[in-house]
């Protein structure tokens, strides 16, 4: 038996509802020279979040645990490309 558009409507916003209900947790975003965007986006099951950049902003926990996870593999991966291009 297929949802209906209200079923899956109403799953969505549950879904937002919990994670909005998280304890929330500081998260500062630095700017970024190479990417001057204002914003940020993080989307959780579906759930899109817009983060400003270069201001403290408090954000539920795994909003935070997605953003911080997301950063530190760019980094990374960043670092590792720069480790291929030296001479």
Do not use: C
Not at 15 to 35: G, Y
Request: aromatic share 6%; net charge negative; glycine share 2%.
């Amino acid at each position: 038996m297929s949802k209906t558009q209200k079923e899956v409507e109403k799953e969505l916003l549950s879904d937002r509802d919990a994670i909005l209900a998280q304890p929330k947790v500081k998260l500062f975003i630095p700017h970024d020279r190479s990417n001057p965007a204002k914003h940020r986006t993080v989307i959780i099951n579906g759930q899109e979040f817009i983060l400003a950049v270069g201001k403290q902003l408090e954000v539920p926990e795994v909003v935070a645990e997605v953003w911080n996870d997301s950063y530190s593999r760019t980094v990374e991966a960043e670092f590792n490309m720069e480790k291929f291009n030296e001479v």
